[in-house]
């Protein structure tokens, strides 16, 4: 059996000159230019900490989202939203509240005692050129009052590239003591599917 032994090595002391160091300093805040340079340079790299090693909770990934299952079919649109004689696959995969959601790049933060509900939904095109859908004339949330309702946030008109599948999702405001909800998903013009949940806050 082989053994290797490692032999510690002593440390050796390290000293930096105190008068170079001082030196440094005078050169940098010496020159007016040199300080503005050194300042840029300190809040880029704060920046960049920030933007890469931070944390945000308006970010984060919602922590409880209901599973949902239910598919429909939907008319596959070019894009400039002429229908085609192709249809879509629909699947509703899940569901949950947010106090903000992020559209089109900028958080958006709902107030005055409301949530974002958002529904959670995958698009399948099945075809070999790109295809494209409005979500948000797939779903209606069904308010206390019976009234239907448009979602709020939304994607608008999806690409769905060929034989892929897209996530997408769409947001309805809502308050915050709601937690039973009846949203109706289908085909504009065609059937329609009524689900029902409930999602604590």
């Given at each position: 059996?082989?053994?290797?032994?490692?032999?510690?090595?002593?440390?050796?002391?390290?000293?930096f000159?105190?008068?170079?160091?001082?030196?440094?300093?005078?050169k940098?805040?010496?020159?007016?230019?040199?300080i503005?340079?050194?300042i840029?340079?300190l809040?880029?790299?704060f920046?960049?900490?920030t933007?890469?090693f931070?944390?945000?909770?308006?970010?984060?990934a919602?922590t409880?989202?209901?599973?949902?299952?239910?598919?429909?079919s939907?008319?596959a649109l070019?894009?400039?939203g002429?229908t085609t004689?192709?249809?879509f696959?629909v699947?509703?995969?899940?569901?949950y509240?947010?106090?903000?959601i992020?559209?089109?790049?900028?958080?958006?933060?709902?107030?005055?005692?409301k949530?974002f509900?958002?529904i959670?939904?995958?698009l399948?095109?099945?075809?070999?050129l790109?295809?494209y859908?409005?979500?948000?004339?797939?779903?209606r949330?069904?308010g206390?009052?019976?009234?239907?309702y448009?979602?709020?946030?939304?994607?608008?008109?999806?690409?769905?590239?060929?034989q892929?599948?897209?996530?997408s999702?769409v947001?309805?405001?809502?308050?915050k003591?709601?937690?039973?909800f009846?949203?109706?998903v289908?085909?504009l013009?065609?059937d329609?599917?009524?689900?029902?949940f409930?999602?604590?806050?």
């Amino acid at each position: 059996m082989n053994v290797t032994t490692f032999t510690p090595v002593g440390r050796k002391r390290i000293s930096f000159p105190i008068a170079s160091v001082t030196n440094v300093f005078k050169k940098i805040f010496s020159n007016p230019k040199r300080i503005v340079f050194v300042i840029v340079a300190l809040l880029a790299a704060f920046g960049l900490y920030t933007i890469f090693f931070g944390s945000s909770n308006i970010n984060s990934a919602p922590t409880k989202i209901l599973a949902l299952k239910q598919t429909f079919s939907v008319v596959a649109l070019t894009k400039d939203g002429k229908t085609t004689n192709g249809n879509f696959k629909v699947d509703v995969t899940g569901a949950y509240r947010a106090d903000s959601i992020l559209i089109q790049g900028s958080n958006v933060i709902a107030r005055n005692g409301k949530d974002f509900l958002v529904i959670n939904m995958e698009l399948s095109n099945p075809y070999n050129l790109p295809l494209y859908n409005y979500p948000v004339d797939s779903f209606r949330l069904i308010g206390v009052d019976g009234k239907k309702y448009a979602p709020t946030a939304h994607q608008g008109n999806v690409e769905v590239r060929p034989q892929a599948t897209k996530t997408s999702n769409v947001g309805f405001i809502v308050p915050k003591e709601i937690k039973k909800f009846k949203v109706e998903v289908g085909q504009l013009t065609g059937d329609k599917v009524l689900l029902e949940f409930s999602l604590p806050n």
